[in-house]
C-alpha cells in the first residue's frame, strides 16, 4: 500500500485519508475516489489529496476484517457487516465468553495491521451484547500477512459456552442455634444466582450437620433427577475429611478437590456423584456478592469442565476482595455487572399511514412473497443486530397489528404505539415514536413499514457504522451516492425530531447536521437497491411484484 500525498492525476481509486470540505464539496475519510470526484477536486481547484492507494497483493480493510471475523468467530456468535476496516462478534446467547487466549496472542502478533480484541476468557455476555473486535489498522492489510492469520485461526479462537437450564438441588446443615431466618436468605441467594444462570432450585432439604444427614439429604435430591447439588454447612469445610466431604462420599460420591486460589470462596470443594456435580458451598457463597463459587457455578452452567486443573487456574484474577458484581446477571444486576456492550440501537417502524396515494387499500397489508408487506420490514428488524423493535400505529391499527403478530413468537418482542393523530401526517408518528423509545438507548433506526426489501444485513451495515464519538451520528444508507431509508440517529437528535410538524420526516436534519452525517454504501447479498424502494402507488407495487423474491433477512 502506497500512503501519502498523491496528484490528481493518479488520485482515480485511491481511498482518501481525511474528510474533504470545501468549494463546495463534502468528502468523507475513507472514500474511494472515483473518476467523477477527481473531476470534482480538479474544477475546485485541489492539486492533490492524502490518501492511500493498494498494490495488487493488498486486501482492502474491510474485505480483511470481513475474512478475519469469519475466522475467528466460533460457536454462539454473530458477526457485523465490516466497516472503516471494523467487524464486531456478538452474543446469540447468555453464557460464558470462551477465549483460546493463546492462539489469539499469537494471531495479534503476526502483523501490527491486523488485531483482534475480545472480552475478559469466562466472562458472562447476553445475547446480542458485543464479544470481540476485528480491527484492521491503515486501509489495507498485506496479503500474506492475512493468509498467515487466517491459518492460524483455524479453529475458532472465541466462542460463547450458552447457560444450560441446570435442575439444582440444595442441602443446608444446621446446628444448635442455626437461624431459620439465615436458611431462607441463603436459599433465595441461591434461587436468585441459578435463575440468572437459566436453571432452577428444584429442592431443598435441611439435616442436622451430620454426614449421615447430609447422605440422606443428597440421595433423595438424587431420586428427584437433580443435575447439580450444593451443599452448604452450618460450620465451613476445613479438610477434603470433613463433614460434607464425609457425607458426599457416604452418599455414593466422591471428592474431586478441595480449596481454590481465589479470595472469598477459598473453602470450596468440588466431588461428583453419580457423574454429575457436587459443590461444598465456601460461607462467603450466602452472600449475593461474586465470590468464588460463581466462577464455578457460571462454568458448570455452560458446560464446561471444571475439574482441579482448571480450579488451580483461577488464581490471576482470583482476588476478589475489592470486586463488585461480576457478570452475575441476577435480577436487577444486569446494568451494573454486564461487561461494556457496544451501542443499543432502538428500532422504530412508522406503519400509521392512510396509504392515500395507494388508492383506497392499505399497502401495508398488501401481500409481498406470501407475506403482509409490513412484516418483511419488521422480521428483517427482529433478525438484526437492533436491540428492540417498535411499531408505530395508527390507520387500520388492529388489522397492521394483527399482521406483525402473524409472524409467530418472535413478534412477542414488539412494543406497538399508538398514534392517535396519525391523519396529521408523517411527523406525528415520528413524534409518538421517539417518545417511546426506551431511555438506555443510544440511537434509533427510523424505518418505513412500506420498504419490504430492506434486509438485516443492511440494518446491521448501518448499525456497524454507527459511532458519534468519531462523527457517525446519523448514519444513512446510499446506492451509488443516493441517499435512502432507514436512517440511524444518535439520541441527541430526538428532540429536534419530536419537534417536527406537517406531513414530513426528519430528512431535512441530515442537511442541517452534515458534518455528522456517514453515507454507508450498500453492497452485498439481496436487493441492493432496497434501501431506495419505497411503495407509495399501485404501479410502485406491481413493479416490485415482478421482480425477484424478496429476501426477509
Known amino acids: 500500500m502506497r500512503f501519502g500525498s498523491i496528484p490528481l492525476d493518479e488520485a482515480e481509486g485511491a481511498i482518501l485519508a481525511h474528510a474533504h470540505r470545501d468549494g463546495g464539496l463534502s468528502f468523507v475519510k475513507g472514500r474511494r475516489l472515483s473518476r467523477a470526484d477527481v473531476a470534482a477536486l480538479r474544477a475546485a481547484g485541489v492539486a492533490a489529496v ?47 465468553v470462551v477465549v483460546d487466549a493463546a492462539r489469539l496472542d499469537a494471531l495479534n502478533e503476526i502483523d501490527e495491521s491486523i488485531t483482534v480484541a475480545t472480552l475478559a476468557p469466562f466472562g ?57 431466618k439465615v ?41 428427584l433427577g437433580c443435575d447439580l447439588f450444593l451443599v452448604v454447612g452450618a460450620s465451613a469445610i476445613v479438610d477434603r475429611r470433613d463433614t460434607i466431604p464425609a457425607g458426599i462420599e457416604r452418599a455414593g460420591g466422591r471428592v474431586i478437590h478441595f480449596g481454590m486460589p481465589v479470595d472469598p470462596g477459598n473453602l470450596l ?11 461444598g458451598l465456601p460461607g462467603c457463597a450466602k452472600s449475593p456478592k461474586f465470590n468464588g463459587f460463581d466462577m464455578v457455578l457460571q462454568r458448570l452452567a455452560a458446560g464446561l469442565t471444571v475439574g482441579r486443573a482448571e480450579i488451580m487456574r483461577m488464581g490471576a484474577g482470583g482476588l ?90 418472535a413478534a412477542a418482542t414488539v412494543r406497538f404505539v399508538d398514534n392517535p393523530a396519525f391523519a396529521g401526517g408523517l411527523s406525528t408518528s415520528l413524534k409518538a415514536g421517539v417518545a417511546s423509545l426506551p431511555n438506555a438507548i443510544d440511537g434509533a433506526l427510523v424505518c418505513l413499514g412500506d420498504m419490504p426489501a430492506v434486509d438485516a444485513n443492511q440494518i446491521d451495515t448501518l448499525i456497524a457504522a454507527f459511532n458519534p464519538l468519531e462523527g457517525r451520528a446519523i448514519c ?27 406531513d414530513t420526516g426528519a430528512r431535512h436534519l441530515v442537511g442541517e447536521h452534515a458534518d455528522v452525517v456517514c453515507e454507508v454504501e450498500m453492497s452485498g447479498e439481496g436487493v441492493r437497491d432496497a434501501v431506495l424502494v419505497d ?16 429476501p426477509v433477512g
Not at 490518501?51 to 457485523?80: F, I, Q, Y
Not at 470443594?269 to 459443590?279: F, N, Q, R, S
Not at 451516492?481 to 441527541?492: E, I, Q, S, T
Open 320 to 409: 476478589l476482595a475489592e470486586t463488585t458484581m461480576r457478570g452475575v446477571p441476577r435480577a436487577g444486576d444486569m446494568a451494573e455487572s454486564t461487561p461494556p456492550s457496544a451501542p443499543q440501537i432502538a428500532a422504530l417502524v412508522l406503519a400509521a399511514g392512510r396509504s392515500s396515494r395507494m388508492g383506497g387499500p392499505n399497502k401495508l397489508l398488501a401481500d409481498i412473497d406470501g407475506h403482509p408487506m409490513v412484516t418483511h420490514a419488521v422480521r428483517a428488524l427482529l433478525a438484526s443486530q437492533a436491540t428492540s423493535v417498535a411499531v408505530v400505529l395508527g390507520h387500520m391499527a388492529a388489522d397492521v397489528r394483527k399482521a406483525i403478530e402473524s409472524i409467530g413468537p
Open 535 to 550: 411503495l407509495d402507488t399501485p404501479e410502485a407495487l406491481a413493479a416490485f411484484r415482478a421482480r425477484a423474491r424478496v
Open 476 to 502: 444513512v444508507p446510499t446506492v451509488a451516492g443516493k441517499r435512502g431509508n432507514p436512517v440511524l440517529w444518535a439520541r441527541r437528535f430526538f428532540p429536534e425530531m419530536a419537534a417536527i410538524s406537517g
Open 50 to 96: 492524502i490518501g492511500a492507494k493498494l498494490d495488487p497483493d493488498d486486501v482492502h480493510e474491510d474485505e480483511a476484517a470481513r475474512l478475519v471475523a469469519a475466522a475467528v468467530s466460533g460457536a454462539n456468535l454473530t458477526a457485523t457487516a465490516p466497516f472503516t476496516g471494523r467487524a464486531n462478534l456478538f452474543s446469540k446467547a447468555l453464557g460464558l
Open 183 to 223: 436458611l431462607d436468605k441463603a436459599t433465595e441467594t441461591t434461587r436468585a444466582r441459578l435463575e440468572g444462570l437459566g436453571g432452577t432450585l428444584a429442592a431443598e432439604r435441611r439435616v442436622a450437620h451430620d454426614e449421615a444427614a447430609i447422605a440422606g439429604a443428597l440421595a433423595e435430591l438424587r431420586a
Open 269 to 279: 470443594l468440588t466431588a461428583e456423584l453419580d457423574g454429575k456435580p457436587v459443590i
Open 124 to 180: 458472562v455476555v447476553a445475547p446480542k451484547q458485543m464479544v470481540a473486535t476485528i480491527k484492521i489498522i491503515p486501509f489495507a492489510t498485506p496479503r500474506a500477512a492475512l493468509d498467515r492469520v487466517l491459518a492460524l485461526a483455524g479453529e475458532a479462537l472465541v466462542s460463547v459456552a450458552p447457560f444450560r437450564p441446570l435442575k439444582t438441588g440444595l442441602v443446608q446443615t444446621t446446628l444448635a442455634g442455626t437461624r431459620a
